[in-house]
């Protein structure tokens, strides 16, 4: 490529700043959690913030919340994507546009008679009230993930498995389901963190039980009650709930990134 | 002889299927695989739905018994002034969500599809953050940012422009650029990640080409960057629209829709209204209108950029399969 190293450097000098600007929020809210109310520099703000907003409760909720629905679904939408890219399924031609209305739905329209039927289920306040949702919200993006993973499968494999005479569960069971781990693994993450992270059904559907509250509505209730607390203590709160995702994120953003961007343009 | 049958669909994969009768290759139990998925599917989105299509021809406050009004809810959507209100406050969210990221992202593509980009995995970890976070996070860190005397307006000051500094979320008037600035932030990494993801699968050789042409910078942009990336700015106007009309998570943790009404937007009305005010009938029919809105806008977005086969760039053919 022949351009000049003045462009290069500048382009370069672009995109650290778009990057700055990116992380500067987090950033700030470390610093001003470190910083403390009176000035000097530590802890306290943390152990003020744990105490007092219970974020160990409610860390565990969110954890239990998300695993289960991202195992529970997986397992579903594996079935079903399966199903959807092998066989002739009578009105799957009908289900896939429905899923993908699925997709780009607002929660806004579900919210209300799900806040109806916990309530009828005595399930309110409960985790299972967010659990259930959750996995119905995320059955089109995971039945339309595995579906294209099971679909880009080499027919060889398949057939290699009829000759052998497998039937069409051990098919799935022995042949696709051990080299489906990566797609698997890339859905988990996708899917646990939207699950972790979302909002208005966690506000709608266990308002009440701070024992059953997910982390970022405990921040909500938290930093919203606080006009009148320590904003470094606030701010330590939200560095709480925001620790394990981050850290997490370290972890698998490469998978995570390529993932997303990919399973999306698709 | 059902399992033989099935395994030959598995077999003949998706070419073999059109040349059966499409009736006899039917594999009835292969609707046992989909049920679980949608049995999820149908309780906890299909019938919420039908139940809020339902629940807006009425008026209803949760409680007693609901009266059926016709269309009334749907016509104080469109005739209430503080509903109308708010889907003006959506229509500028969209320009701060939606347009502003894209061509944020876009600038910024275009700038590095010239270069070679040192350091890609890095950049691209730091400008996908503001996506994992939590909103509610992402609320309290603007807060703080934004307050009167946050880093922002410290940054103001320094440079001379004290007069400029405000309560930016408490302003009558820059409460709404302000909640926007927050979603232009949050989505314009996710654009440049997923532009910068399409750059890279461009064929080198046709900017090589293009420059023994004698085309500069823009020409190089609008000939080659910007037809590649076709689907990723589709995909990328698809995810910021949605994010943009859905809002109200962000909205909700940094103003609650004020100061006064100057940041409601349909999704806070939604919520006011079904659990604060107990019209859920009203809030049904602005809940439908939002999905429907937001239908519209993205199957606009697909007819507008939908892909012409004459023009495939390489990228999209090598795109097929999952890492």
Redesign the interface.
Known sequence: ???SRT??TL??A??VV??????Y??I??VL?ALRGGDGSIGLGSFELAWERGGFGTALLSSAFISITVVVVTV???S??G???A?????G?RL?LP??L??L??????????????MTDWGLLDTWWALI??Q???S??L??FWMR??F??VP?EL??AA?IDGA??FE?FRLVLLPVAG??IA?LATILF?FT??E??LA??LVPQDPLVQT???A??FF??AGRTID?SV??A??VI??AP??IA??IL??R??????????? | MAVTSATRAVVAGPSGRRRRSPVAGYSWSSLLYVAPALLFFAVFVIYPICISVQTSFYEYDGLTLATPVGAANYVAVFTDPSLREALLHSLVLLVFYAALPVLIGLVLAGALSRIRIYGLTFFRAALFIPQVLSSVVVAVAWRGLLAADGPVNDTLRAVGLGSVATSWLGDFDTALPAVGAIGTWVQYGLCMVLFLGGIVGIDRSLYEAARLDGAGAVREFRAITLPALRPQISIALILCITFALRNFDIIWNTTRGGPGTSTAVPSVYIYQDAFQNRALGQASALAVVLTLLILVIVGLVQLALRERSEIRPRSLRRSGGLR
Do not use: C, D
């Not at chain 1, 778009?18 to 992380?23: L, R, S």
């Not at chain 1, 092998?86 to 009578?90: E, I």
């Not at chain 1, 780009?104 to 039927?117: A, F």
């Not at chain 1, 995570?256 to 698709?266: D, F, Q, R, Y």
């Open positions: 490529m022949k351009v462009e290069t382009t370069h672009l995109l778009a990057a700055i600007i990116a992380v929020p987090l700030s809210i001003s397992a579903v939408v079935l079903a399966f199903a959807l092998t066989m002739r399924v009578p799957g289900m429905i899923l209305l699925g780009v739905l607002p929660y806004e329209v579900t919210v209300l008679p799900l806040y109806q039927l259930l949702p996995i119905g919200l059955v089109p995971g039945v294209s993973f679909a880009s027919g398949l057939e009829r039937g069409r098919t990566p797609a890339t963190l972790w992270n909002f208005l506000l709608v982390a970022p509505l921040l909500s930093a919203g904003p606030t701010a709160a939200a709930v925001a995702i981050v994120y370290v953003q490469r995570l990134i390529s993932g997303l961007t990919e399973g999306a343009v698709k």
